[in-house]
């Protein structure tokens, strides 16, 4: 009996052990929840302050950006009447640059062009070259480097996105030269004709014996020169008679038929020029030359008299020019910018081109196919995307280096 008494103390013992055991561990895991309760209260009540937050900020961002969109639109309305006013400024004047605008030569040689083909022939006479060689006493000592851009004259658009149009200082005839190749040239009486024509067909076409390539034609002296190029055979010079309608002389040219003078214009071979001092030809002897040469010619006899390594580079070169003996490259990039000037080679050594003026051409519609110096006018035609445009330049006198 006793043995029975103390197992069932025992039992009772171990009972109410287990009892407390349990309720501890109820009472702790009673806690736990309580303090994750009280957690996730404070995070929601954190969240829901947080959203009222994000929608405050939410409502005076929209406030904010409802004004800037007004004062955007505007601005843009603002701008568009700012634009059609320049617009219609650059028209008006245009049209009275084009009613107003003198003659291109002031000297014999504009009479010459209203005489007709019988007066034409009779200004190569003694007077008109007493008026050349008096021209020609005065610019032959060409002291002038290009100090800025005067002003830019967008003539109109005709004819294809690439070619070349130019005029003879000794005249005031205008020759435009459509596309990169073709066997004729579309001629005008004057600037002021091509303007008011309404297109190529209704220009004086002359034929060429040749298909001329490239738009690196000039004009010199009463002479078409234009670069021939055939496959499998060197580049040519060809001298064209515009009074005779007849070529005159040819001349071979050591450059490879592959080798672009200007890598943003891969259709100009080689690219002749006319200035003060003569004619000259831009060209690169090969495809793996990185410069650009310049070569000085006689323009009666197309013999080459000195040739000089420019030192400026092909890369990124959209055209050129000559200017009293000093060549002025202009650059570009692949995605058509601003055409600079940003090389320029004196073979006078009269100026370097660390120390001329950096010209930046104004933007307009893509980059120059050509460029084409008039020496007496003291102004380029350049054709840019179709457009003819002519910018009047101011010069200033060399400093010796």
Not at 215 to 224: D, E, F, I, Q
Not at 259 to 270: C, F, I, K, S
Not at 293 to 314: F, G, H, S, V, Y
Request: aromatic share 10%; hydrophobic share 35%.
């Amino acid at each position: 009996m006793k043995a029975v008494l103390v197992l069932l103390v025992s039992t009772a013992w171990t009972f109410t052990g287990a009892q407390y055991y349990y309720q501890g561990l109820m009472d702790y895991l009673e806690n736990r929840l309580l303090a994750i309760e009280d957690r996730m209260q404070f995070w929601h009540e954190q969240s829901h302050r947080y959203y009222s937050e994000m929608q405050d900020f939410k409502k005076v961002t929209a406030k904010v950006m409802g004004e800037l969109r007004n004062e955007h639109s505007m601005l843009f309305k603002d701008l568009e009447g700012t634009a059609a006013r320049v617009d219609r400024t650059e028209r008006e004047m245009d049209y009275v640059e084009a009613q107003t605008s003198p003659r291109a030569c002031a000297k014999k040689a504009d009479k010459v062009v209203e005489q007709g083909p019988g007066g034409l022939e009779e200004s190569r006479g003694e007077a008109e070259e007493e008026d050349w060689e008096e021209l020609h006493s005065r610019v032959s000592d060409c002291v002038e480097i290009i100090s800025g851009i005067r002003s830019v004259k967008i003539l109109k658009r005709v004819g294809s996105p690439k070619g070349m149009w130019t005029r003879d200082p000794r005249s005031s005839k205008v020759y435009v030269f459509n596309g990169t190749k073709g066997d004729s040239v579309h001629q005008f009486d004057s600037v002021r004709d091509l303007s008011r024509s309404p297109g190529l067909a209704h220009s004086r076409r002359i034929s060429l014996p040749d298909e001329w390539s490239g738009p690196g034609s000039a004009v010199y002296n009463g002479y078409l020169y234009y670069i021939k190029q055939e496959a499998g055979v060197e580049v040519q010079v060809v001298k064209y008679d515009l009074l005779s309608g007849s070529v005159t002389d040819t001349a071979m040219f050591p450059v490879d038929s592959q080798a672009a003078v200007y890598n943003l214009n891969p259709e100009t071979v080689a690219d002749l020029a006319a200035d003060d001092e003569g004619l000259w030809l831009l060209y690169a002897p090969g495809d793996s030359e990185p410069n650009i040469n310049l070569a000085k010619m006689d323009p009666a006899t197309l013999d080459i008299e000195q040739i000089w390594d420019t030192r400026c580079p092909r890369e990124n070169a959209e055209a050129a020019f000559v200017v009293c003996g000093a060549v002025y490259v202009v650059y570009n990039t692949r995605l058509a910018s601003r055409s600079r000037v940003q090389c320029v080679f004196d073979v006078n050594d009269m100026v370097i081109s660390e120390e001329a003026p950096l010209l930046y051409f104004p933007r307009r519609y893509g980059a120059h196919t050509s460029l084409k110096y008039n020496p007496e006018e003291k102004q380029l035609y350049g054709w840019d995307d179709g457009y003819q445009i002519i910018y009047r330049l101011t010069m200033k006198r060399k400093l010796l280096v």
